[in-house]
Antibody
Framework: EVQLVESGGGLVKPGGSLRLSCAAS????????MNWVRQAPGKGLEWVSS????????YYADSVKGRFTISRDNAKNSLYLQMNSLRAEDTAVYYC????????????WGQGTLVTVSS | QTVVTQEPSLTVSPGGTVTLTCASS?????????PNWFQQKPGQAPRALIY???NKHSWTPARFSGSLLGGKAALTLSGVQPEDEAEYYC?????????FGTGTKVTVL
């Protein structure tokens, strides 16, 4: 059974940093591209970042470019999101999601971790 | 900044048909944008329904179908069931970066 379990969320002050993790199991993690997607309270989905299976290709939404860094450790079956210079508008539930292939996004999703940016 | 626009809300009767659309601010949506569709119910993570315009996942009910319609990506629900009441999002890809649509709330009434 595929499992994606996010962790690392919490309350952080504006300007602060946080590192999210996503532990993957039930599939060959090193073979798939992975994504971070967020959802602010009561709002829609926002694609944040993606990383290819070997970390060769990395993409970011304009809203987080230069502040967030996506990475992965295939030996540990883990995906990460380093978030710096956090703003109130970064407050959201952050989901990690696996792509099946280049055309099939978000095949599997975690349950999300809540990040709250507030003073 | 690229914006992907969906109808904010649609209402459909049980057994009826409804079509949701997904428009790009950059112009016509083509298969090259790899349109994906997701369903999200309150308190749940999204669930993939359609990928690459019209392909269904193994769990996608037959009543859901995807297409390109008038320069937009489209999701059609035929023979709507009460359990189809949910928020629906499209996702388009622009050179590797994804952009979700604004979402459509489908009410079954």
């Amino acid at each position: 059974e595929v499992q994606l379990v996010e962790s690392g969320g919490g309350l952080v002050k504006p300007g602060g940093s946080l590192r999210l993790s996503c532990a993957a199991s039930g599939f060959t993690f090193s073979s798939y591209s992975m994504n971070w997607v967020r959802q602010a309270p009561g709002k829609g989905l926002e694609w944040v970042s993606s990383i290819s299976s070997s970390s060769s290709y990395i993409y970011y939404a304009d809203s987080v470019k230069g502040r967030f860094t996506i990475s992965r450790d295939n030996a540990k079956n883990s995906l990460y999101l380093q978030m710096n210079s956090l703003r109130a508008e970064d407050t959201a539930v952050y989901y990690c999601a696996r792509d099946l292939n280049i055309a099939a996004a978000g095949y599997d999703w975690g349950q999300g971790t809540l990040v709250t940016v507030s003073s | 900044q690229t914006v992907v626009t969906q109808e904010p809300s649609l209402t459909v009767s049980p057994g009826g048909t409804v079509t949701l659309t997904c428009a790009s601010s950059t112009g016509a949506v083509t298969s090259g944008y790899y349109p994906n569709w997701f369903q999200q119910k309150p308190g749940q993570a999204p669930r993939a329904l359609i990928y690459s315009t019209s392909n269904k996942h193994s769990w996608t009910p037959a009543r859901f179908s995807g297409s390109l319609l008038g320069g937009k990506a489209a999701l059609t629900l035929s023979g709507v069931q009460p359990e189809d009441e949910a928020e629906y999002y499209c996702l388009l890809y622009y050179g590797g970066a994804g952009v979700f649509g604004t979402g459509t709330k489908v009410t079954v009434l």
